[in-house]
């Protein structure tokens, strides 16, 4: 089953789980015309745009961490290629509606708060400078998502220290499992 990286805003460092994967696994990374100042619906389309071009019909993984899991949540409630998603790892969902968000993010509120059309697990860090445990949780929650506690790692990004992050891979082949 193919996976697709959604990175968050200002892309993921060559040192982030994320890259890793990407080198290791051979993923293939949504890539957006402006991780600086990130339009919530230009970030959108080029999804929907990348899931229709792949040339496998099969149903994906999406990769999520940080601003791309507001991605997956507000893309599932709008697009209509959702079935081309078999389940999402989302990590570290930040609260995009808290008041010290940078401007650049202001254009991610609301937060979408549907319940995703897949298989979804939430990984949660109990010290997340950007989201609130309880807040992630919440989200985690209205999306149907299975939560996952890290514990104390941070925005669970390369400053965390993951290296490869096997347990977040183990995650991930969790979700390729047939059924609901």
Same mark, same amino acid.
């Given at each position: 089953m193919q996976r697709l990286i959604l990175p968050g805003w200002m892309d993921s460092d060559a040192d982030h789980w994320q890259s890793r994967w990407q080198r290791l =696994? $051979? =993923? !293939?990374k949504v890539e957006q015309a402006d991780w600086q100042w990130p339009r919530r619906g230009d970030w959108m389309a080029r &999804? +929907?745009? %990348?899931? &229709?071009?792949? +040339? +496998?019909? !099969? *149903?994906v993984l999406l990769v999520a961490h940080s601003l791309g899991c507001q &991605? %997956? !949540?507000?893309?599932?409630?709008? /697009? @209509?290629?959702t079935a081309r998603v078999h389940g999402t790892l989302l990590v570290a969902p930040p609260d995009t509606e808290h008041d010290a968000m940078p401007p650049q993010l202001h254009n991610w509120r609301p937060? @979408? @708060?549907g319940r &995703? *059309?897949?298989?979804a697990t939430a990984v949660l860090s109990s010290d997340d400078p950007y989201c609130a445990l309880a807040r $992630?949780?919440?989200?985690? $929650?209205?999306w149907g998502a299975t939560v996952v506690m890290?514990?104390? @790692? $941070?925005h669970l990004?390369?400053? /965390?220290g993951l290296g490869d992050w096997p347990e977040g891979h183990a995650l991930l082949d969790d979700l390729a499992a047939p059924g609901p």
């Open positions: =696994y $051979g =993923y !293939a &999804l +929907d745009e %990348v899931l &229709l071009a792949l +040339d +496998d019909p !099969a *149903p &991605l %997956v !949540a507000a893309w599932a409630e709008h /697009s @209509r290629h937060i @979408r @708060r &995703l *059309p897949f298989k $992630g949780a919440e989200m985690a $929650g209205q890290a514990g104390p @790692r $941070g990004n390369s400053a /965390s």
